[in-house]
């Protein structure tokens, strides 16, 4: 399995970013998907997931971040909209299937003030 995120950057506060994971394997075929972010000197923390038909979202980013999968190109999306300081950091995206989790090799967000 094969993850590769795309679509970090800089960006000033109060403007979005769509981040992209594509797989190298049917999205479907997996029981989770989700976005993790880790902020410098910070622990990695779940900020987005979905499984089956339901998303979850960290509290920080609810009603600013939305986590959609696109079956046809395998590929998971983070839209992320009103973006502050506090979302800078790396961000990953992960696959869970049974007890095995891949992740991506990150990319980095930065939200200037």
């Known amino acids: 399995v094969q993850l590769q995120a795309s679509g970090g950057g800089l960006v000033q506060a109060g403007g979005s970013l769509r981040l992209s994971c594509a797989s190298s394997?049917?999205?479907?075929?997996?029981?989770?998907l989700g976005w993790y972010r880790q902020a410098p000197g910070k622990q990695r923390e779940l900020v987005a997931s979905?499984?089956?038909?339901?998303?979850q979202y960290s509290d920080s980013v609810k009603g600013r971040f939305t986590i959609t999968r696109d079956g046809a190109t395998n590929t998971v999306y983070l839209q992320m909209n009103t973006l502050n300081s506090e979302d800078t950091g790396v961000y990953y995206c992960?696959?869970?299937?049974?007890?095995?989790?891949?992740w991506g090799q990150g990319t980095q967000v930065t939200v200037s003030s």
């Open positions: 992960n696959a869970r299937v049974q007890w095995n989790s891949f």
């Open positions: 394997r049917s999205i479907w075929s997996y029981n989770a």
């Open positions: 979905v499984s089956g038909g339901t998303t």
